[in-house]
């Protein structure tokens, strides 16, 4: 990828709506947008593009680490890419469905890409979902695997969480820090505050822990009572990533008339007991409700810049998405004319795929 500047902390984006990918820099304090699709068709196999395009759906961006771009197909199929190299790696295969005649549906997701420095090996966390049982008891059953580079293979992560495991989504985000992985997740569809799942590829243990208090709705504000349940009349919503290399949490409140705030909880300090599991959060961005005049918006990344790229939804049910760059300290917009789904930090590297 020509053009890129590697120390700007670029970012990679992908829009799968309109089959893009892109970097996101600075050049000379100039935003700079880079379309790098071409890119991306240049260096795909046509044995795997042919395949692909039996999905009908264009691939997703599901994380990026050491220059290595995880892209996924629908449910099943899966590949590797490094655009400094230009080598592409379809991985194997997810592993067979258990022997279950009535395991009709089938599918699953990447939740994790790292380089594992002790085994000097490049891994993917994956979870698998087919249906199983008999007549009217067919339930959902998800499974944990990891998939390494080295072997093209994949294995079941014997130790498993006590989340229910659909609950992990993309959209959400996702944060590595010191070979550790976490997402946010859900407790159900009612839910407030929401858990927080760790899992460490070396160990290959899970661990949860509750958010910071705070970062969700508002004791007594924008609450009400429906169905005997506690709800919340604003559109909030969480997403985990990286504020100044460390985990954070981005936090967005929409209310009725779409006054729209925001925060950012950075950790602070981890467990003495347990460097894993954080400690303490402090409110590090605090951006009070701005009158945004029929649009919402969602904080997706923070840059070094001191600006946040946020993905702005204007419009009947928010059909009309753009990415802009927002600068708290002046509350300025840069639109940048273009929509996507996730962002992942991008460092270029000549990490081989071949082994």
Sequence with gaps: M?????????????????????????????????????????????TISNEFERYERSPRCMGV???????????TRLALWNPATREFKDVARWPNIPDNKAAEQF????????????????????????????DDNVTTIYEFHLYSLKSNSWKRVKKGTSCRLSIIYSETGACLHNGV?????????????????????????????????????????????????????????????????GIALFVTRTLENLDCSFEIWAVTKFREDDHEVPLSWELVVNVEPIHSFNWSLTVKA????????????????????????YDPSTHTYNNLGLTFASCYKYVESLFSLSG
């Design 2 to 46: 020509q053009g890129a500047d590697k120390d700007a902390g670029p970012l990679f984006l992908d829009s799968p709506s309109k089959e893009k990918f892109y970097l996101l820099s600075k050049d000379g304090g100039d935003d700079v947008v880079l379309d790098v699709t071409a890119d991306f068709k240049r260096d795909i196999p046509s």
């Design 65 to 75: 680490i050491n220059g290595v771009i995880g892209l996924q197909w629908g449910r």
């Design 107 to 134: 599918g699953g997701q990447i939740h994790g890409l790292v380089f594992d420095q002790q085994a000097n090996d490049f891994k993917i966390l994956g979870v698998i979902n087919f249906q199983g049982g008999e």
């Design 181 to 245: 992985y976490y997402w946010l997740t859900y407790k159900d569809i009612w839910s407030i505050e929401n858990p927080i799942l760790s899992f460490n590829f070396s160990t290959e243990i899970f661990k949860e822990f509750e958010p910071p208090k705070g970062s969700g709705c508002r004791s007594n504000q924008h609450m009400r009572i429906f169905r005997g349940r506690v709800m919340c009349d604003c559109k909030y919503q969480q997403i985990i990533g990286k504020y100044k290399e």
């Design 302 to 325: 923070y840059r070094a810049y001191g600006d946040l790229l946020v993905m702005v939804r204007r419009g009947d049910y928010g059909r009309d998405q753009e990415a802009c760059l």
